[in-house]
């Protein structure tokens, strides 16, 4: 993975952000219909609201890279570092999205794309025996996002992350001998130490909301 590329597109985005303020006036127009849950944990401060969006997408090369030293511990890099490939390729060679999202709104986009493959790969894995495959927890965090993007928007990005983990990640992947190998290699407790830098993400950049809150 070009982990360095996808920094770069970061810094692009910022010097944008910086002359255009696209996503800054993105978020002020979308302040007003936040869920309330939203609204009171980023205290209606469009600074606050800014730098959870800044570090929901920055947070993208930063777990693919630690998610990639997962794989290569556990030993399960043939199963997870190509759904960290498209995770990469989401975000460095989005599909088509709205032209006038640009700069750092458009990263939004593809870093809703890269989290969500993430998380729903992990929870396959989860729900057939296998450990934790992504270090952090972007549950809440994408929760957040996928309110911010609305949700005719955000469910058509959640159907390309569908269609993508059907295909990275079939049934037949947790059917065979190599996936009860890897249960029995997989010891939680021995590689919790791993993961325990990486809290829950929206905690982390400052918004926090309870899953209870219907969004």
Not at 41 to 70: S, T, W
Request: with cysteine; proline share 6%.
């Amino acid at each position: 993975m070009n982990i360095v590329a996808l920094r770069e597109r970061i810094t692009l985005a910022e010097q944008h952000e910086m002359t255009e303020s696209t996503l800054c006036s993105w978020l002020e127009e979308r302040l007003p219909t936040l869920h309330p849950a939203i609204a009171a944990a980023c205290e209606h401060d469009i600074n606050k609201l800014m730098g959870f969006v800044r570090g929901y997408i920055c947070q993208v090369p930063d777990v693919l890279e630690a998610a990639q030293a997962v794989a290569i511990q556990a030993q399960i890099g043939p199963q997870l570092l190509p759904v960290l490939k498209m995770a990469e390729t989401f975000f460095v060679q989005p599909p088509d999205l709205p032209s006038d999202h640009c700069g750092l709104l458009s990263l939004l986009d593809e870093a809703y794309l890269a989290h969500r493959l993430l998380e729903e790969v992990n929870d396959r894995y989860l729900s057939h025996g296998g450990g934790q495959l992504v270090p952090l927890d972007t549950t809440r965090a994408s929760l957040i996002a996928h309110h911010l993007l609305e949700d005719s928007f955000a469910n058509k990005l959640d159907a390309m992350v569908q269609v993508t983990v059907d295909g990275l990640v079939p049934d037949s992947i947790f059917q065979g001998p190599n996936f009860s190998e890897y249960k029995q290699r997989m010891h939680v407790e021995g590689q919790r130490s791993l993961w325990e830098e990486w809290p829950c993400m929206s905690q982390q950049l400052g918004i926090e909301i309870k899953l209870r809150d219907s969004l």
